[in-house]
């Protein structure tokens, strides 16, 4: 019998994810540093790039190499990698325009849409409990974004940036969206590797508009801020072997804090009494959600074990 790759060790998966949290939250403040210099492409391409040779290590270790390679639905990974780094784009379009914590908490939208997108595209039941999560969740993205739709000159910079995120949050929606039928066919670790081989071909065609020559200390930071994607895709990916998806999903609310401190101590930024009112009501939205699919697997699970005899 081959052993299982996974076990219950959850004060080790909880540490994975919040490392895993960390390194994320480190590596978008450092893209805010170089977007001052670099267009959003060419920042795109660093992160791509040299997080795929993280990646190349992890699945040699994992001894899961060849099922990184390996894919029945080229075209899916083609337009999940079209997706992702859209989303990866907007959101640094974002992080050149707006204070780290605003960027942050806007993300947190992503589930909302998720769900709003799985019950259209897939067919998915929302019943009332997650319809009145869903309903929160985008009452509060209204309230953070409210304040920058409401500028009298809508080209300003802080509006462009607020709904470039907002942009890319839903691209992640459709990301997610796309994940959940690609790994019906695909092995995770393809679903990765070829993310990073999409984005970096995909935003180097972003060259030919006119790309930065940096200087060697912008190219260690522009090689770290890959570097510090990959390990912090590994050490996120990681986690879920050691701990219920359930379990560790309301850590991804931890990047607030990440957010509020770097972004004090680093560009002097602190967050709006809109923005943290806004995020408490998506993370509250999103804490509901995660119960409910909870409470549906515990059902899910007591049924299989009254129909299944030998559960």
């Known amino acids: 019998m081959a052993k299982s790759l996974t076990s219950h ?4 998966a909880v540490t994975l994810k919040l490392s895993a949290l960390f390194l994320f939250t480190s590596m978008s403040a450092l893209v805010k540093v170089l977007s001052e210099d670099f267009p959003p492409g060419e920042l795109v391409f660093f992160r791509s790039l040299f997080a795929i040779p993280i990646i190349i290590i992890w699945l040699i270790a994992r001894g899961e190499l060849a099922q990184g390679f390996v894919v029945k639905k080229p075209m899916g990974h083609f337009w999940r990698g079209v997706l992702g780094t859209t989303a990866m784009g907007l959101t640094f379009t974002g992080l050149s325009l707006l204070p780290l914590p605003e960027v942050t908490a806007i993300g947190y939208a992503t589930p909302i849409f998720t769900l709003i997108l799985a019950a259209v ?14 309903a929160l969740g985008l009452f509060g993205v209204l309230i953070m974004v409210w304040p920058r739709l409401g500028s009298t000159e809508m080209e300003t910079a802080a509006t462009i940036g607020a709904l470039c995120v907002l942009a890319a949050t839903i691209a992640r929606s459709f990301v997610q969206i796309h994940i959940r039928q690609l790994v019906q066919v695909d092995h995770p670790a393809a679903i990765v590797f070829y993310f990073c081989v999409t984005g970096t071909l995909l935003s180097g065609l972003t060259a030919f508009w006119g790309w930065t020559m940096p200087t060697w200390e912008q190219a260690t930071i522009l090689i770290a801020v890959g ?16 701990g219920q998806a359930s379990m560790l999903a309301p850590y991804d609310y931890t990047t607030m804090l990440f957010a509020i401190v770097i972004g004090y101590i680093w560009f002097d930024e602190l967050p709006t009494i809109a923005i943290l009112i806004g995020a408490a009501l998506v993370i509250t939205g999103n804490v509901v959600v995660i119960w409910r699919e909870h409470q549906l697997g515990l059902e899910r699970g007591k049924a299989r074990s009254v129909t299944d005899p030998k559960a």
Do not use: D, H, K, N
């Open 9 to 12: 060790r959850p004060v080790l």
């Open 121 to 134: 595209m897939l067919g998915e039941r929302i019943r009332m409990i997650r319809i009145g999560a869903v």
């Open 227 to 242: 570097l510090t994607g990959g390990v912090a895709q590994i050490l996120v990916t990681s986690s879920y072997r050691f």
